[in-house]
């Protein structure tokens, strides 16, 4: 009886832990991306564009780490650190192939605004000049880097809680209108915080509610203080870095590597500035002494944590916005899926780790995913690549930029925010799409330029919601009568043939970013049933797709709706009688459901459209020119497929 016992206990027991193990291998395959890509990489394929892709985007690490770690107001050696240790993290547990993180502009404005408050310039005279054991140096610089890794710290710890509970889900409050205006104005932020170093000027630090305007007025009160060296020096930089990379976008198909453009203006600003004592001469501010090495870790100053809360809030949302954004966009590009709450786990270990090592708040640029797009990238290991470079010149050749003037890197640091500051052009898109988007877009910049980023995006949030909430009443759905009288009059009207190969779906709700997700999986998840089977349907399959705010509406289809078509070319109709109205995100949505569809070789047909929608996708979409896609009613849409079908038919008998 014993033996027995035992015998069912070590069944039971293997029952427990066996899948344990499976599921804890499972697990860490699931948070640690890189054990999946690491183990299928191609090293002939893959090893020659990443390290192209590494050694260029290294050149930007470097310089943006020394020109957002000025303007997170602490030593440029900082920021170099924070393009080495944030970028190692991120390739270990992101999932972006084409994100780089490091310093960021507007994680970096954010938490200038806790280190000039507790540590202020002033201060500086009345703290111990004497070196510190750490790169030799002074106390005021450590106390700065101090509260800024606080900061990344603190960031870091909230955004490995919002991963803790799964509030990535949550990101579909997101929408591209209020990502576009808040990450444009916070730019607008960076551009106006750079005008000091631009003009030559003097100017203390002035932030909070509507520091925008009172750093104009500042600049205007005393522009007889701009110093021409710099200014002059300043354009050049701009127009030469603008024509440069424009040039080097607009060859780049023709030319394997792309010039190097900040590197160069660095070297040579700095060698010109060394010849010609532009420093005594011309009273041009340099970026100083960079000291070699990495210091050993030590953790930030924990006492300060409930001062700097503002702010790591901010970096974290911020900061995950802005990196959420580009990762969804690269692997939109290059077909692949990103776990938006794993990201959320990747950019807070990102901000938390380098936090140990003198490192400002991190986050994703999108001047870098240009260059991974621009130079080939294939996976992480570009960055990984980087890293190797940066180390070179944080060992190496760090001290020689001592002679690089200021307004050069504010210029770089200008010039590298153009692809947010050209996002202007939006408005163009939103106002002939939806308007009320138009709306949200420039009201959510006008507050975040009068007050904050952070500010702005909560704003945009809310007020987006707030409008969603407003016109869903208004809603209506489809009724059953309809659909069954529309159903019996296309039958009747048809042959039995061409109703086999056609698939119609009604969308019975407003199609808004609420839920656009889960109408696009759906409908993929249909029409990847039907092309993977040959078996014929017997008539038209109907499924009524509700894709409700509540979760007991999911979309729930007949069993007739997950049946296959035939295996040649298939047709959809969307029946667009219930769409009420839809917004940016819901016309975007309908313009990649047909491109998708079309690439998968099934011709997408729309019905009782409303004139607005009409217009909007003809406007954001290049839809089929040659053959009509929107159509009266699902009679006109079948009668439609019937003569395509007639005229291939003739086709082919003319080729025989």
Request: proline letters at 4%.
């Amino acid at each position: 009886m014993t033996e027995a016992k035992r015998k069912k206990k070590s069944v039971l027991w293997s029952k427990m832990h066996m899948p344990h193990c499976e599921d804890f291998k499972q697990w860490c395959r699931r948070r640690l991306p890189i054990l999946e890509w690491a183990t299928h990489y191609n090293l002939k394929e893959n090893l020659l564009p990443d390290a192209v892709s590494g050694i260029m985007l290294a050149v930007q690490q470097v310089t943006q780490g020394l020109a957002f770690a000025v303007l997170s107001s602490v030593h440029p050696v900082f920021g170099l650190y924070g393009s080495l240790f944030p970028a190692i993290i991120y390739a270990i547990f992101g999932m972006g192939r084409h994100v780089a993180t490091g310093t960021f502009a507007l994680t970096s404005l954010i938490s200038a605004n806790a280190v000039e408050r507790l540590v202020p310039l002033n201060s500086q005279n009345l703290t111990t000049q004497s070196n510190t054991s750490v790169l030799g140096l002074s106390d005021f610089e450590m106390q700065r880097i101090g509260v800024a890794a606080a900061v990344s710290f603190l960031g870091g710890v909230i955004q490995v809680a919002m991963f803790v509970l799964q509030l990535g889900s949550a990101t579909f409050l997101l929408t591209e209108p209020v990502i576009s205006a808040m990450t444009t104005g916070a730019a607008t932020h960076v551009v106006t915080s750079q005008v000091k170093y631009l003009l030559g000027m003097k100017m203390p630090y002035i932030s909070g509610p509507l520091g925008f305007f009172y750093i104009y007025a500042y600049v205007f009160e005393n522009i007889k203080s701009v110093r021409l060296e710099a200014l002059l020096l300043s354009l050049l930089s701009i127009v030469v870095l603008v024509l440069v990379k424009e040039l080097n976008e607009q060859f780049k198909k023709k030319i394997k590597i792309v010039l190097p453009v900040d590197l160069v203006l660095i070297i040579a600003a700095s060698f010109t500035c060394y010849c010609t004592n532009m420093e005594n001469t011309y009273g041009l501010e340099v970026v100083g002494h960079i000291p070699k090495g990495i210091p050993p870790p030590r953790a930030p100053p924990m006492n300060i944590l409930s001062a700097v809360i503002t702010e790591a809030f901010g970096v974290a949302l911020v900061g995950y916005v802005a990196s959420l954004a580009l990762a969804q966009g690269s692997a939109k590009k290059f077909k692949y899926s990103v776990d938006d709450n794993q990201e959320f786990l990747a950019h807070g270990l990102s901000n938390v780790i380098p936090s140990f090592f003198f490192c400002i708040p991190s986050a994703a640029a999108m001047g870098r995913t240009a260059v991974l797009y621009s130079t080939g990238a294939k996976t992480q290991v570009a960055c990984l690549i980087s890293c190797i470079f940066i180390l070179i010149v944080i060992y190496a050749i760090g001290p020689l930029l001592y002679w690089l003037p200021m307004c050069v890197l504010a210029s770089i640091i200008v010039v590298g925010l153009k692809g947010m500051l050209i996002q202007f052009r939006d408005l163009k898109k939103y106002w002939n799409v939806d308007k009320i988007d138009w709306g949200i877009w420039v009201s959510t910049y006008i507050f975040t330029i009068c007050f904050a980023a952070n500010v702005g995006l909560l704003f945009g949030v809310v007020c987006t919601i707030a409008i969603v909430i407003g016109r869903f009443p208004r809603a209506k759905t489809l009724s059953i009568k309809n659909m069954k009288e529309m159903e019996f009059k296309v039958k009747t009207e048809m042959d039995d043939e061409t109703l086999q190969q056609v698939k119609i779906i009604s969308i019975n709700n407003p199609l808004v970013f609420l839920n656009v997700k889960k109408f696009h999986a759906d409908l993929m998840n249909i029409i990847q049933k039907e092309n993977a089977s040959n078996q014929p349907l017997d008539e038209i399959s109907k499924c009524e797709q509700n894709t409700l705010l509540n979760s007991l509406s999911n979309g729930i289809c007949n069993e007739e709706a997950t049946q296959p078509c035939l295996n040649q070319k298939c047709s959809l109709i969307l029946d667009c009688s219930g769409l009420t109205f839809s917004d940016y995100s819901g016309v975007s949505m309908l313009v990649e459901v047909y491109t998708d569809c079309k690439n998968k070789s099934v011709d997408v047909s729309l019905v009782h459209c409303t004139a607005s929608l009409i217009k909007a996708m003809k406007y954001w979409g290049n839809l089929d020119s040659e053959k009509p896609i929107f159509f009266e009613s699902v009679s006109a849409a079948i009668s439609n497929i019937h003569l395509n079908k007639n005229l291939s038919k003739l086709s082919d008998h003319s080729e025989i």
